[in-house]
T-cell receptor
Framework: GESVGLHLPTLSVQEGDNSIINCAYSNSASDYFIWYKQESGKGPQFIIDIRSNMDKRQGQRVTVLLNKTVKHLSLQIAATQPGDSAVYFC??????????????FGKGTLLTVNP | GAVVSQHPSRVICKSGTSVKIECRSLDFQATTMFWYRQFPKQSLMLMATSNEGSKATYEQGVEKDKFLINHASLTLSTLTVTSAHPEDSSFYICSGPPAVQGGDTQYFGPGTRLTVL
């Protein structure tokens, strides 16, 4: 994942627009990726995940795209709503089971939805 | 998704005191739980992996004698911040993957805001 920084990237969109949040990861051995949403003062909330054998996965109003060639992950939110305003983190994991459940988080993106 | 709770949700303590934070998986069992720390406007940083019935494993740079972890049962892990100082003020979050689910999904607790005066 990305190194932790002191400045949170921000994205501001109008209600109803589509949002695209990007994440670059550094470990080519990572095989499982997750997007989390974190509202102020709360723990991260699972949004959607994708394994490295896929390049696209869709959920309700959300789509995750994975480009392993350039080690890039994106989260697309359709028809963004004010309730989507939060910080969004990508996280990566190598392997599965036991301590290999360890996640490395990206720096996060603050999404602000304007009514 | 599975539910993880933390207690307390926020705590204020004096410098030099110790604070215990509990992390419980309410509807699943977890042989492994994770403790993260998050400073304002920053990402989550993994502190340690809590293993049921054995010693925790700590990430590089995390003092194991300062952040004591106990995972006494499949539903409870505790983090004790010993001799807390103002620089320990942070948002502490735990997570756990269900042991029987066989997947990688982690479920996070609501976090504990620690303020050391």
């Amino acid at each position: 994942g990305e190194s932790v920084g002191l400045h949170l990237p921000t994205l501001s969109v109008q209600e109803g627009d589509n949002s695209i949040i990007n994440c670059a990861y550094s470990n080519s051995a990572s095989d499982y990726f997750i997007w989390y949403k974190q509202e102020s003062g709360k723990g991260p909330q699972f949004i959607i995940d994708i394994r490295s054998n896929m390049d696209k996965r869709q959920g309700q109003r959300v789509t995750v795209l994975l480009n392993k060639t350039v080690k890039h992950l994106s989260l697309q939110i359709a028809a963004t709503q004010p309730g989507d305003s939060a910080v969004y983190f990508c996280a990566e994991n190598i392997g599965s089971g036991g301590s290999n459940y360890k996640l490395t988080f990206g720096k996060g993106t603050l999404l602000t939805v304007n009514p | 998704g599975a539910v993880v709770s933390q207690h307390p949700s926020r705590v204020i303590c004096k410098s030099g005191t110790s604070v215990k934070i509990e992390c419980r998986s309410l509807d699943f069992q977890a042989t492994t739980m994770f403790w993260y720390r998050q400073f304002p406007k920053q990402s989550l940083m993994l502190m340690a992996t809590s293993n049921e019935g054995s010693k925790a494993t700590y990430e590089q740079g995390v003092e194991k004698d300062k952040f004591l972890i106990n995972h006494a049962s499949l539903t409870l892990s505790t983090l004790t911040v010993t001799s807390a100082h103002p620089e320990d003020s942070s948002f502490y979050i735990c997570s756990g993957p269900p042991a029987v689910q066989g997947g990688d999904t982690q479920y996070f607790g609501p976090g504990t805001r620690l303020t050391v005066l």
